[in-house]
Nanobody, 123 residues
C-alpha cells in the first residue's frame, strides 16, 4: 500500500491543523492506521492509532484530549485533527499502515509508511 500524507504547515500555538493520509494499492479497510511524529534530534514517537473498522482508537498521553484520529474507508483516507497545538508538537508527522485487526502503538508493527508532513507550531 502507498501512503501520501498532507496537511502540515505553520500554525500559532493554540491553533489547529488537520492532517490527511490517502492510501492506495491494497484494501485500506483491512489496515490498522497510525500516526507517528519525529521532532528534530528526537526519535520517532507514537501519536495515535485507529483500528481497521474505526471502532477503536488509541492515543499517546501527550496528545490525548487534543488530537482526534478518524478514518473514511470509502475514501481510503485517515485523518488527524490536531487542536490546541503546542510548540512541542512541532515535528514531521508520518502515517503508517499495519495489516492487522488489532490496534498497534509500536512503530515496529507497521508495514507501510508515508513520506511525512511537517507541522511547525510557533509560540
Amino acid at each position: 500500500v502507498q501512503l501520501q500524507a498532507c496537511g502540515g504547515g505553520l500554525v500559532q500555538a493554540g491553533g489547529s491543523l488537520r492532517l490527511s493520509c490517502a492510501a492506495s494499492g491494497r484494501t485500506f479497510s483491512s489496515y490498522c492506521m497510525g500516526w507517528f511524529r519525529q521532532a528534530p534530534g528526537k526519535e520517532r514517537e507514537f501519536v495515535a492509532a485507529i483500528s481497521w473498522s474505526g471502532s477503536s482508537t488509541y492515543y499517546a498521553d501527550s496528545v490525548k484530549g487534543r488530537f482526534t484520529i478518524s478514518r473514511d474507508n470509502a475514501k481510503n483516507t485517515v485523518y488527524l485533527q490536531m487542536n490546541s497545538l503546542k510548540p512541542e508538537d512541532t515535528a514531521v508527522y508520518y502515517c503508517a499502515a499495519a495489516e492487522t485487526r488489532t490496534i498497534l502503538a509500536g512503530a515496529g508493527g507497521y508495514d507501510f509508511w508515508g513520506q511525512g508532513t511537517l507541522v511547525t507550531v510557533s509560540s
